[in-house]
């Protein structure tokens, strides 16, 4: 059974149609590479696999368990969404760590919050907060941010800023982790670390959807690739099979845009 089944996902804005008639799946320990040109869709669609956005129509699985149905408005109820949310993790282009906490406190937050909520929270609230301490730092150490674990996000740098903001999304165990251009905003010579890492949770298994504008790495990392054009999944496929082979006269223009320069 895969991990996540999306089916028939439409979202538009306004009288602006988004993303029309969205069907994929993805195995468990799979990475699915998202490629294609600015607004055809990409990153509507992992909002809207993180509920940031709420589909219009078509339906959501994780683990088999349906998450979303258009049809059916029980599985849009605003207490149920922030349920479903932490079945993903979402690491965006800019970071969007808090600045007036350190990279340790970023990467702990969400989770001490979450155990705020728990019924015997007071009573082991010391016991809880330690284990949740040592896995913000086994994060940051996985991460090779040991040494800057106290350090706010504006001393350090972007590279280092992502690497946090990934540590953080992994802090709550997300059955898929999803990055959103995760090395848009980085200067060149920082790209290559926060690649890196993220090459390595890919050897780790780890489930994950990536949209990226690296071809290179896309095609390298990849179990599955998906062009993405004005709103439709256009082709799909195995990288060998997208890159090399592909089927659509526009994903033979689009990459050839990337080959070129």
Known sequence: MPILEV????????????????????????????????????????????????????????????????????????????????????????????????????????????????????????????????????????????????NYPHQLSGGQCQRVAIARALALQPDILCFDEPTSALDPELTGEVLRVIRELADQNTTMIIVTHEMAFARDVANQVIFMDDGYILEQGDPQQVFEHPKEERTRQFLSRFTQG
């Open 7 to 150: 089916e028939h996902i439409c979202k538009s804005f306004e009288h602006t149609e988004v993303l029309k008639d969205i069907s994929f799946s993805l195995e468990k320990g799979q990475v699915v590479s998202i490629i294609g040109s600015s607004g055809s869709g990409k990153t509507t669609l992992l909002r809207c696999l993180n509920f940031l956005e709420r589909p219009d129509k078509g339906i959501l699985r994780v683990n088999g368990e349906v998450l979303f149905d258009g049809d059916d408005p029980l599985t849009m109820q605003e207490s149920e969404i922030r349920k479903k949310r932490l079945h993903f993790g979402l690491v965006f282009q800019s970071f969007n760590l808090f600045p007036q906490y350190t990279a340790m406190e970023n990467v702990m937050l969400a989770k001490e919050l979450l155990a705020k909520q728990q019924p015997d929270y007071k009573a082991k609230k010391k016991e809880i907060h330690e284990e949740i301490e040592e896995q913000a730092k086994s994060l940051l150490n996985q991460m090779g941010l040991s040494d800057r674990r106290n």
